[in-house]
């Protein structure tokens, strides 16, 4: 199993502990770093079979400046950065600095090109705006690599993820019990284009909705994953991690 996308560096020390017991039963994990303040605690954490990704959160996104730039540049040329991200679009907490979020977008984007790092993107509204604006920025710029993180089924960004050849990463919400559209779109998807995470500590699935997430819950998301595709685990786990392996480049 693998979790491609965890925020290690949100767990408390009995968490990451805990967390880290349990690192054995998972092939890898990409843990995030979404701000200045996170990248070094992030880096740190990358050890093993925890690999790295770093960048700018777009509810961070008022922090970039030719500093943010620099320092984001330096951390991203470390040995066990994997990844750019997370950034994106989310008019849900701050739709107030949409401007702000699509330069740093445009920026993390042209620094996961130079470096030939996938782009890790998240997405939030509550009209579907945010989503239909990311769609349309990935059609624009078409990314050699884009990770669609916690990927929600939105119509339109399916079909742009699609025409573009993201990868689609589903979270904890697939396994509740109303997403069926959502269970639905993972069985169509193409199956060298999935991927599953945990959001960690965020998202957590069915059987612990309202506790806090972990990267060993991931198995929860792949179980429902197989049995919306029809697959056995053993086959789901395999596809996802060798698309994880493929898209992120660990061993």
């Not at 330096?74 to 750019?84: D, G, K, L």
């Not at 710029?141 to 669609?148: E, I, Q, Y």
Request: hydrophobic share 45%; aromatic share 8%; with cysteine.
């Amino acid at each position: 199993m693998t979790d491609t996308h965890a925020h290690l560096d949100f767990l408390e020390p009995e968490e990451l502990a805990e967390a880290a017991a349990h690192l054995p039963k998972l092939r890898a994990v990409l843990t995030l770093g979404v701000d200045p303040g996170r990248w070094e605690k992030t880096l740190s954490l990358a050890q093993g079979n925890v690999y790295a990704a770093v960048g700018l959160h777009p509810t961070s996104a008022h922090l970039l400046s030719p500093e943010v730039e620099e320092a984001l540049r330096h951390y991203a040329r470390s040995e066990r950065v994997r990844a750019i991200g997370e950034t994106g679009l989310d008019y849900y907490w701050t739709p107030e600095t949409r401007a702000a979020q699509l330069k740093a977008l445009d920026f993390q984007a042209a620094l996961a090109e130079a470096l030939g790092l996938p782009l890790v993107l998240h997405v939030r509204s509550k009209d579907g705006k945010a989503e239909e604006d990311l769609a349309a920025w990935l059609l624009l710029h078409r990314p050699k690599r884009a990770v669609l993180h916690a990927f929600s089924g939105h119509p339109a960004l399916e079909a742009a993820g699609l025409e573009v050849g993201a990868y689609f990463s589903f979270a904890g919400p697939l396994t509740y019990r109303k997403n069926a559209a959502l269970r639905e779109a993972a069985a169509r998807l193409p199956e060298d284009r999935l991927l599953v995470e945990t959001d960690t500590p965020f998202l957590p699935p069915e059987p612990f909705r309202g506790k806090r997430n972990r990267p060993h819950y991931v198995r929860f998301t792949l179980e429902k994953l197989a049995e919306a595709r029809g697959l056995p685990f053993a086959e789901a786990e395999a596809l996802t991690d060798r698309n994880a392996r493929v898209c992120f480049g660990w061993p």
